[in-house]
């Protein structure tokens, strides 16, 4: 079975600090993603990697990095956090395209962090 | 630009109702594809179906149907005989092509939250 885990369900933070959320898939998928998802803006992109050390900035990159040293790991990092932040946080992995084929993503169970 | 819409905000159904869940896109891309994803209270994303921009024809899976029209750009979603399971939002996606890597990223609608009453 497909597995994505997150590292923390809920988080609380404050503003200022530095937050990290793990993502890590067991399905050896090269790429892999970070959306965040607010009410009735549907879920947006805002890094995906396609690779190793390799990343590309997504619709909503601003105040965000990531890091992906390990195939299995993508970590989302909001280098000081502010209360527009406060939000659901979706990790999701996918096999790489092939030909004509398609593919589906496969979602973690989601952070949902607050800063306050 | 690529977009998504579903302009349905929620809707409401009694339990073995029929209930048609909207979507339409936009894109300049020949090659796309098209996905309903289900999210359910317990908040993780569930894939339902995958759609070709090849392939028109539509597609049922038990009380799940889909209608994809390309002359309309619509990718519609019909449960039959609803049942108070099926609540959750409901989420239609586009896969795109992008410049550099081979990755493609998906974009999506608001999404539709799906209340069904016992």
């Known amino acids: 079975d497909v597995k994505v885990t997150q590292s923390s369900r809920y988080l609380v933070k404050r503003t200022g600090e530095k937050v990290f959320l793990e993502c890590v898939q067991d399905?050896?998928?090269?790429?892999m993603f970070w959306y965040r998802q607010d009410p009735g803006l549907g879920l947006r992109l805002i890094y995906f990697?396609?690779?190793?050390?390799?990343?590309e900035k997504g619709d909503i990159p601003e105040g965000y990095s990531v890091s992906r040293e390990k195939k299995e790991r993508f970590s989302l990092i909001l280098e000081s956090a502010s209360t527009n932040q406060t939000s659901m946080y979706l990790c999701?992995?996918?096999?790489?395209?092939?030909?004509?084929?398609?593919?589906?993503?496969?979602f973690g169970p989601g952070t949902r962090l607050t800063v306050t | 630009a690529q977009k998504v819409t579903q302009a349905q905000t929620e809707i409401s159904v009694v339990e073995k109702e029929d209930v048609t869940l909207d979507c339409v896109y936009e894109?300049?891309?020949?090659?796309?594809?098209l996905f309903w994803y289900k999210q359910p209270p317990s908040g993780e994303l569930v894939f339902l179906i995958r759609?070709?921009?090849?392939?028109?024809q539509n597609e049922i899976s038990g009380r799940y149907s889909w209608n994809f029209q390309k002359s309309t750009s619509s990718f519609n979603f019909t449960i039959t005989a609803s049942q108070v399971v099926d609540s959750a939002v409901y989420f239609c996606?586009?896969?795109?092509?992008?410049?550099?890597?081979?990755?493609?990223?998906?974009?999506f609608g608001s999404g539709t939250q799906l209340t069904v009453l016992p």
């Open positions: 999701a992995s996918r096999s790489p395209m092939t030909g004509q084929s398609s593919y589906e993503q496969y």
């Open positions: 399905m050896d998928h090269e790429n």
């Open positions: 990697s396609y690779d190793v050390k390799m990343k």
């Open positions: 894109t300049r891309d020949t090659t796309y594809y």
């Open positions: 759609r070709n921009s090849f392939d028109e």
């Open positions: 996606a586009l896969s795109l092509r992008i410049s550099s890597g081979s990755a493609r990223q998906l974009t």
